[in-house]
Structure formats: structure tokens, C-alpha cells
């Protein structure tokens, strides 16, 4: 997963948008159709996106595809890996399939299951989350926190992004900010514990010592951490990166913008020159970093 790092991936509804994205160098993209995200209001349920949205983009673009998976769903999640998308995303927007949401893993057990019948693997079903080890995918799943992402990682995670409690198009970006800097900040007392503090986090974190540990020497997370939710403007985007992001999901509210192709391309620079005073300038200089300026008349 780290062929992400310093990418922006971004979500998209047709694979005329995710040629946009590629055509504007971003790093991936992640279909949604707009059957699945309609059936929040006429079924009261959101669900994955169907597989043919996924192929036809697949067919269109060769930057990698991630399907995204309702929570706990494995047989989604096996579908997504049977269609050979680049990852997939376990999505807590999506309903899970528990009836409790718990952010833990506190109940696991084993069975045998297959696409068609029984195919011989053992699969760890938690009482919420996928077990990801038994896959052969990487999986990209999200945290509100320093514990619950590092249960993710212990449980197979390639990547880590912030979490959502609504879709892209309705999430404030505020509450993105506010998701980093609280793992950040996380991240940062963690590494000035001593080894009694350490071990008082792992009992806290209910995950395995030696990845406390790593987190606290390296001061970082050992995989890709991602921004998303609500992020569809160039200066929004280097400001998570600056803050030590590895990459952000662009909402697809992107596309909504009057020139969506120049949007999705400002973005994209930004996160990759976000360190460079004088290319954010321009943007900003050309747009005010929020897309282009509507033309006037007369």
C-alpha cells in the first residue's frame, strides 16, 4: 500500500469521472454508483457498490480501483476480491451487517465458506470488523482513534483513514481535521511513555506490545494514514498533508464544482507539492484555493 503514499485518491460515481482522476495524476480512485448511495433514502440501508460500476471503471482506467465493503460483510469483501479491485475498503458508512456497532473485537469464531460452496478457508469473523489475514487484498479501513486504529492494523488493515459518520458528500471537513490531530496528538503522547506507560497503553489498546511499541519508537503508524471526509479543495488538502497525512480521499462533491477537471488537478498538486509556498500560491492566487471563480458577465 505504500504506492499510495502522497497520492490523493478520489471518489468517484462514472467511469468518464475516474478517467478525470487518472487523467489529473491521481493515485486511484474508489466507485461508488449512485443506485447504492440512493438506497440510504429509499431503503434506509446503504450498501456496496455493485460490481459492475466496479468493472466498467476498471475497464476505463488503469490506476488501481478500491471497492468499498459494508462492515463485518465478508462475503462482500470476497465478491470485491473476486473481481480483483486493488483494495478494498471496509466502510463504516455502509450499514454493518452486526446489530451492534462496537469498535472492538471482542467475539471471533471460525467457518468455512466460498463463492460458490465451500472452498476450504478458514475465516476469523469478528463480532464487527473483517478478520482481513485470511485475504489476499489489502484491505483500507477506518479509525477515529489511536486504539481502535492500531485494532485495525493488529487485525490486517494495509491503511488506515480517518472515519466517517456520514458520506463524503455531507461530511464536514472540520470533523477530518479534528480526526488527524487526535491520532497525531495520540501518536505523540504515546512516544514519551516509559515502558510501564507502554504497557498501560496496551492494556488500554487490547492489541500486542510489540505494536505499541513501534508506534512509540517510530512516532508514526506503520502503515499509510489517510484523511477523508468532506475534502474537495485544494488548500484543504496540503493542510492535511502538512499535518503529516501520507495522502487524503477526495469526496466526489469534487466533480460538483464548476470545472471539475481543473479542480481535481489542483488537488492533486497540492498533495504532492504541498511543501512548495509557490505552487499553492498560484492556486490560490487563481482560485482562492476553493476551484475556479464563476465568470462574470458584461
Excluded: W
Aim: aromatic share 8%; with cysteine.
Amino acid at each position: 500500500m505504500n504506492k499510495f503514499r502522497g497520492k490523493a485518491i478520489i471518489v468517484v460515481l462514472t467511469p468518464a469521472q475516474a478517467r478525470i482522476a487518472e487523467d489529473a495524476g491521481a493515485g486511484g480512485v474508489i466507485p461508488i454508483d449512485l443506485i447504492a448511495e440512493a438506497s440510504v433514502h429509499t431503503e434506509g440501508t446503504a450498501r456496496s457498490t455493485d460490481l459492475n460500476t466496479i468493472n466498467n471503471v476498471m475497464d476505463r482506467v488503469v490506476i488501481p480501483v478500491i471497492g468499498r465493503v459494508r462492515v463485518g460483510h465478508v462475503m462482500e469483501a470476497k465478491a470485491m476480491e473476486f473481481a480483483k479491485v486493488t483494495c478494498i475498503d471496509e466502510n463504516e458508512f455502509l450499514n454493518p451487517i452486526t446489530t451492534k456497532y462496537d469498535q472492538s473485537y471482542p467475539l471471533h469464531f471460525t467457518f468455512t465458506d466460498g463463492l460458490n460452496g465451500a472452498d476450504g478457508y478458514k475465516h476469523t469473523v469478528h463480532t464487527t470488523y473483517i478478520y482481513k489475514q485470511p485475504f489476499k487484498i489489502p484491505f483500507l479501513c477506518g479509525a477515529a482513534d489511536l486504539g481502535e486504529a492500531l485494532k485495525q492494523i493488529q487485525a490486517g488493515a494495509s491503511m488506515i483513514r480517518t472515519k466517517m459518520t456520514i458520506s463524503e458528500d455531507s461530511h464536514d471537513v472540520s470533523k477530518t481535521f479534528e480526526n488527524v490531530r487526535k491520532i497525531f496528538d495520540e501518536i505523540e503522547l504515546l512516544s514519551t511513555e516509559d515502558e510501564v506507560g507502554i504497557y498501560s497503553r496496551q492494556s488500554l489498546y487490547d492489541v500486542d506490545i510489540e505494536l505499541v511499541r513501534m508506534v512509540a519508537r517510530d512516532k508514526r503508524l506503520p502503515v499509510p494514514f489517510f484523511a477523508s471526509g468532506g475534502i474537495f479543495m485544494p488548500i484543504d488538502a496540503a493542510m492535511l498533508m502538512s499535518l503529516g497525512c501520507n495522502g487524503v480521499i477526495v469526496s466526489s462533491r469534487a466533480f460538483k464544482t464548476l470545472d471539475p477537471e481543473t479542480r481535481i488537478r489542483d488537488i492533486v498538486t497540492a498533495v504532492k507539492h504541498y511543501r512548495e509556498p509557490a505552487r499553492l500560491a498560484r492556486i490560490i492566487e487563481r482560485t482562492g484555493g476553493y476551484g475556479p471563480k464563476p465568470k462574470t458577465t458584461g
